[in-house]
């Protein structure tokens, strides 16, 4: 991956600190890129291709059960040791505390933990604009893999799993001294909706603390301050709450640091049945048949001995008994209430199944007719269905039925990443998720991991799509990372590339002017989107050991610097080389370059770094490898790249509009605008601006077949300016002639 860097610190922050040996020549280049005056760089770390990327243990669901399904996996953006001091933190959403959580990056450095990257309010439903895969894409240090979403494609029985309810977080956490300052007026919006549903309305109310509903709601009354707030404590806040809200909702205080609000209609499905008077039940011949989603229970029958005074225990017995995972409890007066336990979503319902005759409840006398047990509901449906009637009925007057409401749906389907229960376990501060496995890989880098792979985005090709026109690899001053280099450049069409010449880290070893002749011309090939800088540069060494410590470093790192600064003082017209062209930290070269020696490199198109006197360490050439003597110079050469792409880029609202004339005259207004402006800052030749540049598009460079085609041409010509190479100054004497 590419690493976006504004400044040395950030290549520090991202890729570790100088290193000796070639290993510190990356690090070297980009400080010096920096230091010469460059703003903004992408640096991309190669490694073998036998590198493997480090990545966490699946991080587990909070669904229960043994073991619990995987819920996310975190993986590192690109391969190395480098990811094992990644510490990832699963916590709280700020927001939606009930659907999201939140994702801390961090960063281990001998064990003090810095932060990296933040993502909160994340969610795992693939379908929201918060998707944790999705937003995590900017990540520049590990991608999210969801577990979850991949088990789904293994084909599974549709089952129904009873989610927690998303619980209503409006929750207050008091100060240090456990009063809340309120101003006056002070409006809460408090909300319940059902995420499963969005067709369904939510119920929204509002809690004003005027002083009429505060005074309403306490006794003694709370005094305003002299400030406009009201200086309450948790329980105080609390009951105005209470007091101002419906029964949809319900206020808890369950300490003195926080008041919690949750929706009323969270209840566990229960069937709740009153017992008649006197509190026992005929139940000769009869048998209880549970029903849970639908599915009967064998029959379950009642102690025979006493079937016609049935007492609640006994047939809370019969019903804990059965093994369908019931829990039966008693009130008062024979009243029982059966919860289903076994299955979160269990939903039971209570029948009387006639053995020979048509069920029949009675009173213990068994009379007829007479008032029989009063059976409600109250019951949390996970799903949107209508109330299943609890018990067979006698004759309608024997049996009172309160069947209660249709509820809204809050449950979720077990493949449903709506479930809350999906977002990963949260970790503690002692407990982070460890990226773990990351390796260097083993043996050489090679010029093939510098080209990488299109489709995995590797080497150079980690900077597709990436607004850059300068590329680098410091020190691979060989023929086969030249060749990747090069290449690259010239299939992107944008980019322009600056290659090492010969030189070495090595401190004894000095490359002559002569020696670096026959390296570039035995190059194997040549381009005009290339340029070479000869010899290395010495410069301060902070990993050497010694009183001033130096070493050698390739150059491209600060000529690409020198590059950037001249663009940004002068534009990309003026060569980057000159006396202004200074080149900062070096403090030497590896090989001194003479006059002598310039006339045979300059020609060779080897720029030379010399040092002059009063000046310093400059970059004094600025020739491309180009055969083309039209591509000779690399400011004529940039300012075509820089006209290409700029033009292109201005161009892109002529896609798709009508070809015609219309079109060719609203894209040469567009031009010649550009370049009027260009003109004016004095990057081209030529008094006028028909002396300077020439733009056409009109039916000479549109004919028909290329409209057809859907191909609309625009041709411009500019004359560049050429750099002064070399200053010839005519001497002569002047006699004086006498009149």
């Known amino acids: 991956m590419a690493h976006f860097c504004t400044s040395f610190a950030d290549y520090q922050k991202h890729l570790g600190e100088l290193l000796p040996g070639e290993r510190g020549l990356l690090g070297h280049a980009v400080n010096g890129f920096f230091a010469a005056g460059g703003k903004r760089a992408y640096v991309v770390r190669v490694l073998p291709s036998n590198a493997v990327k480090g990545q966490s ?6 669904i229960g ?69 999705e937003r995590m894409k900017s990540s520049k240090y590990v991608e999210a893999v969801d577990l979850f979403q991949a088990a789904l494609n293994v084909p599974a029985p549709p089952t129904l799993i009873g989610a927690q309810l998303p619980a209503l977080r409006t929750k207050t956490v008091a100060n240090a001294a456990d009063v809340i300052a309120i101003p006056v007026g002070k409006k809460f919006t408090v909300s319940s909706w059902d995420v499963g549903l969005p067709d369904v309305p939510a119920v929204t109310e509002v809690v004003e603390f005027t002083k009429a509903n505060v005074d ?201 990443p709506n479930n809350p229960l999906v977002r990963p376990t949260a970790t503690t501060a002692s407990t982070p998720v460890l990226v773990a496995g990351g390796t260097d890989g083993s043996g050489a880098i090679t010029s093939s991991d510098y080209a990488g792979t299109i489709i995995d985005r590797t080497g150079v090709h980690a900077l597709d799509g990436l ?129 002598s020696d310039q006339d045979l490199l300059n020609p060779a198109s080897l720029n030379c770094l010399r040092q002059f006197p009063g000046v310093g360490i400059v970059s004094w050439g600025s020739r491309t490898l180009a055969p083309d003597p039209e591509w000779r110079y690399v400011p004529v050469r940039r300012m075509a790249l820089f006209l290409k792409e700029s033009l292109r880029r201005g161009l892109q609202w002529a896609v798709f509009e009508p070809n015609d004339e219309e079109l060719w005259g609203r894209i040469r207004i567009n031009i010649e605008a550009f370049m009027m402006t260009l003109f004016r800052q004095g990057a081209f030749q030529g008094a006028t601006p028909d002396e300077a540049f020439l733009v056409q598009c009109d039916r000479a460079t549109n004919p028909q077949e290329n409209v057809d085609a859907g191909i609309v041409t625009a041709k411009v010509a500019f004359a560049p300016l050429k750099p002064a190479e070399f200053v010839v100054i005519e001497i002569s004497q002047k006699s004086l002639l006498a009149s």
């Not at 243990?57 to 909070?62: E, G, L, T, Y």
């Not at 499905?269 to 599915?295: E, F, H, K, R, S």
């Not at 670096?516 to 070479?532: E, Q, T, V």
């Open 57 to 62: 243990s699946p991080v587990p669901s909070r």
């Open 216 to 416: 309403s709601a306490l006794n003694p009354t709370v005094l305003v301050a002299a400030n406009g707030f009201y200086n309450m404590t948790m329980a105080q806040i609390g009951a105005v709450f209470d007091e101002e809200l419906s029964t949809a909702f319900r206020v808890a205080v369950p300490s003195n640091t926080s008041v919690v609000i949750d929706d009323a209609q969270s209840t566990p499905p229960t069937v709740n049945v009153t017992a008649p008077t006197p509190p026992t039940y005929d139940l000769t011949g009869q048998q209880l048949v549970v029903t849970i989603n639908g599915v009967a229970s064998p029959p379950i029958a009642v102690p025979a001995a006493a079937a016609a005074t049935t007492t609640s225990a006994e047939i809370a017995a019969a019903l804990t008994g059965a093994g369908l995972g019931l829990s039966v409890s008693l009130g008062a007066n024979g009243a029982f209430t059966v919860t289903g336990v076994g299955n979160a979503s269990a939903v039971p319902t209570l029948a009387i199944a006639s053995t020979p005759t048509a069920a029949r409840i009675t009173t213990a006398a068994g009379v007829a007719g007479a008032q029989g047990p009063v059976i409600s509901v109250d019951r949390y449906d996970y799903k949107r269905l209508s109330i299943t009637e609890v018990v067979t009925a006698l004759a309608p007057a024997v049996l009172v039925k309160n069947l209660g409401f249709t509820t809204v749906a809050r449950g979720y389907g077990a493949n449903s």
């Open 65 to 133: 059960g043994a073991p619990p399904p995987s819920s996310l996996q975190f993986v590192a953006r690109g391969a190395g040791i480098w990811s094992t001091n990644l510490r990832i933190f699963i916590g709280a959403s700020t927001n939606f505390l009930a659907d999201a959580f939140r994702v801390d990056v961090k960063w281990s450095d001998n064990g003090a933990i810095k932060p990296l990257e933040t993502f909160d309010d994340v969610r795992m439903d693939p379908t929201h604009e918060d998707y944790v895969v």
């Open 467 to 595: 607004d850059v026109n300068i590329v680098a690899l410091p020190g691979k001053n060989d023929f086969a990372h030249i060749a990747v280099n090069v290449a690259y450049c010239d299939s992107r069409g944008d980019c322009f590339a600056l290659i090492d010449g010969p030189g070495t880290v090595e401190r004894n070893v000095e490359i002559k002017p002569d020696e670096a002749r026959l390296f570039i011309d035995s190059l194997p090939s040549r381009s005009k989107n290339a340029a070479m800088f000869y010899p290395w540069i010495q410069v301060p060494d902070p990993t050497g050991i010694g009183r001033n410590p130096t070493r050698f470093v390739a150059p491209s790192g600060h000529v690409a610097g020198i590059f950037a600064r001249t663009d940004i003082t002068r534009g990309v017209w003026k060569a980057p080389a000159g006396i202004e062209a200074t080149v900062p930290q070096a403090v030497g070269l590896q090989a001194r370059v003479l006059d």
